[in-house]
């Protein structure tokens, strides 16, 4: 069931997201061409235009990522969606992993896009060669490209899922009232950050961080970069955690729809 919610997902966002990727390698082919030729004018709108899709990509991304949790699952929608004979996680997942591909999509178009419009093949050697850099530097340190990419890969898809949780975790909250939910959403946005703000300075006043910092010093670098990643995913591990089980309980137990 998880992979025919996904489905049907996908189908309704790509219809806006396809158009507007497009459009941007479109334009950033276009802006390419007036550069090669020297287009004063005609460059400079291109530019502002691919400036401009880019921006909306994002902004689009954000918008739809709400949208379609809080339309579907908090408003009348969500009459259909919690008939369905389907647990309260696989939608929650399913919107999940359908916004986190989405925006990897739009990280890649956007990157595809930069590399149509500025890139010779001198910018793709230098390119390729700090990549090679970065990884000799890694096995240098005592890394294998597939530890050092595995983890790598960890950290980032749990940093992207936390984040798309603090939004869902944000509107579920707004399940305790029943006027101005987008409003009262944002409040729990800015209430959710400022309490893990206080949990982390907490937590760091109570370390001993000179000790901390010592037994750091003591590692070798592969240990010193093993003890940083392992903290960050940790934390973020933790975060997505928490913003999950408060998504799920409100969805659970206090569903109100609209």
């Not at 502002?48 to 929608?77: K, P």
């Not at 700090?130 to 898809?157: H, M, S």
């Not at 101005?180 to 370390?207: E, T």
């Not at 913003?243 to 659970?252: E, N, S, V």
Request: hydrophobic share 60%; glycine share 8%; charged share 10%.
């Amino acid at each position: 069931m998880l992979g025919k919610l996904m489905k049907y997902e996908f189908k309704a966002t790509g219809r806006i997201f396809l158009p507007l990727f497009g459009a941007l390698v479109i334009i950033a082919a276009f802006n390419r061409l007036f550069i090669a030729l020297d287009f004063t004018l005609p460059k400079i709108i291109a530019s502002a235009m691919s400036g401009f899709m880019i921006a909306a990509i994002f902004v689009v991304a954000i918008i739809l990522t709400i949208q379609r949790f809080y339309r579907n699952l908090l408003s009348s929608e969500g009459y259909l969606m919690f008939t369905l004979p389907v647990k309260v996680d696989s939608l929650i997942w399913s919107k999940l992993l359908v916004a986190s591909i989405w925006t990897v999509a739009c990280l890649v178009v956007v990157f595809l896009a930069g590399l149509i419009m500025s890139a010779t093949r001198y910018d793709l050697q230098d390119i390729a060669n700090g990549i090679r850099e970065f990884f000799r530097l890694l096995r240098q340190a005592g890394f294998t490209d597939i530890l050092a990419g595995i983890e790598g890969i960890l950290l980032l898809v749990g940093m992207l899922f936390s984040g798309i949780l603090m939004l869902y975790a944000c509107i579920a909250l707004s399940l305790f009232v029943n006027k101005h939910r987008i409003g009262f959403a944002f409040l729990m946005f800015i209430v959710i950050n400022i309490i893990v703000q206080i949990i982390i300075g907490v937590v760091a006043f109570s370390v001993d961080m000179e000790s901390l910092g010592a037994q750091l010093c003591a590692m070798s670098a592969f240990g010193q970069v093993q003890a940083v990643l392992g903290g960050f995913l940790a934390y973020v591990v933790i975060t997505g955690g928490v913003l999950y089980l408060i998504t799920r309980l409100m969805l659970k137990y206090k569903l109100n729809l609209e």
